[in-house]
């Protein structure tokens, strides 16, 4: 059963728009969540992260939000650049796993020119 | 952030054959994570590299299988025996960063990319 859904596999935008990609979860005892970035041919590399107890951390043009009611976190990237296609995962840590993530099986994003 | 080191980057190999992983840290770590990701899908952990120690395996994987040694806090290695076609991933060496409550922020070697034939 996967705990850490990443429903599209791919999304495409166009650069300069914002680039909104979805992530669901099904674990409530999950308290940390973070969001990693894939280019090919290299590994995950750490992009922004949210605790349980926010609903929102901004980090230059990326914004995570956590809806813990709904179960759902969303990675706002604005404005979208052609540097950011890559794949993104999005990772979900129990409370006191030890670096025990979870991972969703990624979104590719294409950023059109 | 660490400097991980993973090699082979790629291989191609017959099938009852085993494969060798090496991921070298260029400082010392805490812990050290062997995950795989199977085509289209997401990361599984496989074990956590104990320095010193036999590897704590996750569900789904042992030891027979994946042999993993770490003898000290910069190195480990990650065999995968006997292999089959089901065994094509991509491998990725993983450790956790040199600040404490790091609040899982793992940081991660390039993969290694398997092709069992």
């Known amino acids: 059963d996967q705990q850490v859904k990443q429903n599209s596999p791919s999304l495409s935008v166009q650069e300069g728009r914002i680039s909104i990609l979805n992530c669901d979860y099904t674990n409530s005892m999950f308290d940390y969540f973070l969001w990693y970035k894939k280019y090919p041919a290299e590994g995950p590399t750490f992009l922004i992260s949210?605790?349980?107890i926010k609903d929102k951390n901004e980090d230059g043009r990326f914004t995570v939000f956590l809806n813990k009611s709904a179960k759902h976190l969303s990675l706002h990237i604005v404005p979208s650049q052609p540097g950011d296609s890559a794949v993104y995962f999005c990772?979900?840590?129990?409370?006191?796993?030890?670096?025990?993530?979870?991972w969703g099986a990624g979104t590719k994003l294409i950023i059109k020119p | 952030s660490a400097v991980i080191s993973q090699k082979p980057s790629r291989d191609i190999c017959q099938r009852g054959t085993s494969l060798t992983i090496q991921c070298q840290v260029d400082s010392q770590v805490t812990m050290m994570f062997w995950y795989r990701q199977q085509p289209g899908q997401s990361l599984t952990l496989i074990a956590t590299?104990?320095?010193?120690?036999?590897?704590?395996?996750e569900s789904g994987f042992v030891i027979d299988k994946f042999p993993i040694s770490r003898p000290n806090l910069t190195f480990s290695t990650l065999t995968v025996s006997n292999m089959s076609p089901e065994d094509s991933s991509i491998y990725l060496c993983s450790v956790t960063g040199p600040e404490d409550g790091a609040n899982e922020k793992l940081f991660f070697g390039s993969g290694t990319q398997l092709s069992v034939l």
């Open positions: 590299a104990n320095q010193g120690s036999e590897a704590t395996y």
């Open positions: 949210i605790s349980s």
């Open positions: 990772a979900a840590s129990p409370l006191g796993s030890n670096y025990q993530l979870i």
